[in-house]
């Protein structure tokens, strides 16, 4: 699996696409280092990085929202949430035993969810915010 950025990708605000590209990046960094069979503990590093970033990016979308009165903005919250929990999930289990969640299919999760993510509902934020410019 290697994801691709690609123009249909792009939502047009530089701030945005720069931290959508880079998670693309981080998730295929993590899915060469599950192919190479890095130790558990890089795995765990990785994840919790994702994790991060993903919040990050999540709170910049969200008060992007908030500032526009993005009427969709509940909806789209609630999928950052599920992601975010989801992935505490996995790294609550993993600190458990690393042999509850398996790596594997873990990069191919990640990266689905953040193309469908984009094109679903980042798209109609940043159509959105095309018709209702900040000052
Ligand atoms: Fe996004
Ligand atoms: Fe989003």
């Known amino acids: 699996m290697k994801l691709e950025w690609s123009e249909r990708l792009e939502t047009g605000h530089g701030l945005v696409d720069?931290?959508?590209?880079?998670?693309?990046?981080?998730?295929?960094d993590f899915d060469d280092a599950l192919q190479a069979g890095v130790a558990p503990a890089r795995i765990d590093e990785m994840l919790a990085f994702l994790e991060r970033y993903a919040r990050e990016h999540f709170h910049m979308e969200e008060f992007l929202m908030l500032r526009s009165?993005?009427?969709?903005?509940?909806?789209?919250?609630?999928?950052?949430?599920?992601l975010v929990q989801r992935?505490?999930?996995i790294r609550d289990l993993r600190a458990q035993?690393?042999?509850?969640?398996?790596?594997?299919?873990?990069?191919?999760?990640?990266?689905?969810?953040?193309?469908?993510?984009?094109?679903?509902?980042?798209?109609?934020?940043?159509?959105?915010?095309?018709?209702?410019?900040?000052?």
């Open 97 to 135: 035993d690393p042999r509850l969640v398996p790596p594997e299919g873990l990069a191919a999760f990640l990266g689905d969810w953040l193309l469908n993510h984009i094109l679903q509902w980042d798209m109609a934020l940043f159509a959105h915010l095309r018709e209702h410019p900040l000052d």
């Open 87 to 89: 992935v505490t999930y």
């Open 69 to 82: 009165y993005f009427p969709g903005m509940e909806l789209h919250k609630d999928q950052h949430d599920r």
């Open 18 to 28: 720069h931290q959508h590209r880079a998670l693309l990046d981080a998730i295929n």
